[in-house]
């Protein structure tokens, strides 16, 4: 009897603290004077278009909320700037937005970061116009690095400087202390000082491999750039990264996904190594953003220790693994994707696909039914129809495993007859907006005019209610989010070729852009409930940039090239931001 008098009492003193329907706390950030697009509304029809629901008028979507407030890790505003006021304390950050464009954070939902971060932490080389110039980059990135140890480089033009290269001398007198290797931009290439030669071996006493060549001077010296085959004289010579490198590797490459706009990413094929340092990372608070792990089935030992453990079904904190990468088949660009039938451009040739490209069929459907998201890469038209047989046996057996959300990384070759399974099985299509535009100029040559209909077959995917996920697969392609949205929008290059798109009728629409990189990528992970649109309680992930991809998108889509990320905002925290 006691308890609902109190509560009376309770509700009646919250009642007379603050105005009715107000909350009684402050936000810790506060963001207004926003573009937000909250995606609280419903997806876009099959056909691509927009919900009755969706924020639109004559003119097109215009955004629905100012203002989002964040306490701790979650939102617990959204709405308009006069309405936010009330969440405004004296510990509040207040950040005035100038207009810029709020989204749900971006998600990448397939990645390999430590090759991404490995790049972050050599010397960027590329477009340096002299060897004064690229000597002096590697001077000062040297400072930061303990001497003896190995500095890298990319990018220097070994064809535009072929009539004048480089040699070990200045770089030698400038960097004494540690060995340093600058590999040309399209490695043909190599460029060192004189202690990486010493490390390497490398002497006027060496002869070159077949194919390759150790550029010496008039004396027989060699001047420090090798050529050709003779490269990996010096590149076999750099030790494996020290468990500390690798995890600055892995750390650096998170940073930059940060810097680049993305709340997380779905880490495609983690061995023992990778989840390592995720898991350190992790325990000291150091993941600048979320990580979905997919275990890499080739290392079996890893994924029997996680069936043995079992997935992890709580979602909220920053590393979350509960789903296992594998290969079916091979690439399309080396013929190795299986197909149906033979290659167009060379008879006789189908590719390779299941047990011969080593899919352990067995140890992947063991993890499914131990929990674990199967995503399966499956190129061709044959590896995708294989690969969806494989799927539909296990959730005949087990049809609670359907529930998984299993996913086929890359989907890129359909037979038209497959394309309806996807939806049946609920197989989400993971798929790369970049990789159409990139392929374009030989897809057709290894397809055929046909074939080449179910490629990259976006649309026709989701006119059979299929639901899909887009991602960079970085590094293979590049991952910013505007060359995305613009290959997702147009199917043009960067060179805004072809004019009319390539195959444009299966462009996305930019609403179905920006949710293939958010909330649809939150449905991928089966974080649908915590993230993917912007609403009190969700987590607080949110993407700011520069231009209305929703707007832009519609009305000059080649300018979504030129935008640019003003912040990202990561479990409440601000990871990224242009401003300092
Ligand atoms: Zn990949």
Not at 20 to 28: E, L, P, R
Not at 136 to 163: C, T
Not at 168 to 185: A, I
Not at 344 to 355: A, C, F
Request: hydrophobic share 40%; glycine share 10%.
């Amino acid at each position: 009897m006691l308890l609902p008098r109190c509560l009376v009492v309770v509700a009646g003193l919250c009642a007379a603290a603050a105005p009715a329907g107000a909350q009684t706390s402050t936000a810790d950030l506060l963001l207004v004077n926003g573009r937000v697009y909250t995606l609280a509304w419903d997806d876009p029809s099959p056909d691509g278009a927009p919900a009755a629901n969706a924020p639109r008028s004559a003119g097109g979507f215009h955004p629905d909320a100012e203002a989002v407030a964040i306490r701790g890790d979650r939102i617990v505003f959204v709405g308009t700037d006069r309405d936010a006021r009330a969440w405004r304390g004296p510990k509040t950050r207040v950040v005035d937005l100038g207009g810029a464009t709020v989204l749900p954070g971006l998600v990448d939902s397939h990645t390999h970061i430590a090759g991404l971060g490995e790049r972050e932490s050599q010397v960027d080389l590329v477009g340096v116009a002299t060897e004064a110039e690229a000597v002096e980059r590697v001077a000062a990135f040297a400072k930061s690095v303990p001497k003896g140890q190995w500095v890298l480089g990319r990018g220097w033009d070994e064809g535009a400087w072929a009539n004048h290269y480089p040699t070990k001398k200045l770089l030698g007198e400038r960097v004494p202390d540690h060995p340093v290797l600058l590999s040309g931009l399209h490695t043909f290439a190599v460029w060192a000082n004189p202690l990486a030669l010493e490390r390497a071996g490398i002497s006027r006493a060496t002869a070159a491999p077949e194919g390759g060549e150790i550029v010496k001077d008039a004396a027989g010296e060699p001047t420090g750039v090798l050529l050709n085959r003779a490269t990996s004289l010096l590149t076999d010579a750099v030790p494996p990264p020290t468990e500390e490198q690798y995890e600055a590797y892995v750390l650096a490459g998170l940073a930059r996904m940060a810097h680049d706009g993305y709340v997380a990413v779905h880490e495609a094929g983690a061995d023992r190594r990778l989840m390592k340092a995720f898991a350190s990372l992790d325990a000291r608070g150091r993941l600048p953003v979320r990580v979905y792990a997919m275990l890499s089935l080739r290392d079996a030992d890893l994924c029997r220790e996680w069936l043995r453990r079992g997935p992890d079904r709580a979602n909220g904190r920053m590393l979350t693994t509960r789903s296992v990468k594998a290969f079916y088949d091979g690439a399309l660009g080396s013929r190795g994707a299986r197909l149906l039938e033979d290659y167009s451009d060379r008879p006789g040739q189908r590719g390779v696909s299941g047990t011969q490209y080593g899919f352990d069929q067995s140890l992947m459907a063991e993890m499914m039914k131990g929990g674990f998201q199967a995503a399966i890469h499956a190129i061709g038209d044959a590896g995708n129809r294989e690969t969806l047989d494989f799927i539909e046996s296990v959730e005949k057996a087990q049809p609670e495993t359907r529930a998984l959300r299993h996913r086929i990384e890359h989907a890129q070759v359909l037979h038209p007859d497959d394309v309806p399974r996807f939806a049946r099985l609920g197989v989400i299509a993971s798929m790369e907006p970049p990789h159409c535009v990139e392929d374009k100029a030989w897809a057709e040559a290894r397809l055929g005019p046909e074939r080449v209909k179910g490629a990259y077959a976006w649309r026709t995917l989701r006119r059979a209610g299929a639901r899909l996920a887009f991602n960079s697969d970085l590094t293979g392609s590049d991952h910013d989010i505007f060359y995305g949205l613009h290959a997702a929008i147009t199917r043009r290059d960067k060179k805004l070729e072809p004019a009319g798109g390539w195959h444009p009728e299966e462009r996305m629409t930019p609403e179905e852009a920006v949710r293939g990189y958010t909330a649809w990528n939150a449905y991928a992970a089966g974080w649908e409930k915590d993230s993917g649109v912007i609403a009190p309680g969700r987590w607080a992930d949110l993407t700011v940039m520069d231009l209305d991809p929703l707007v832009v998108g519609a009305t000059d889509p080649g300018r979504l090239l030129r935008g640019s990320i003003r912040a990202t905002i990561v479990a409440g925290k601000v990871a990224y931001t242009a401003v300092p």
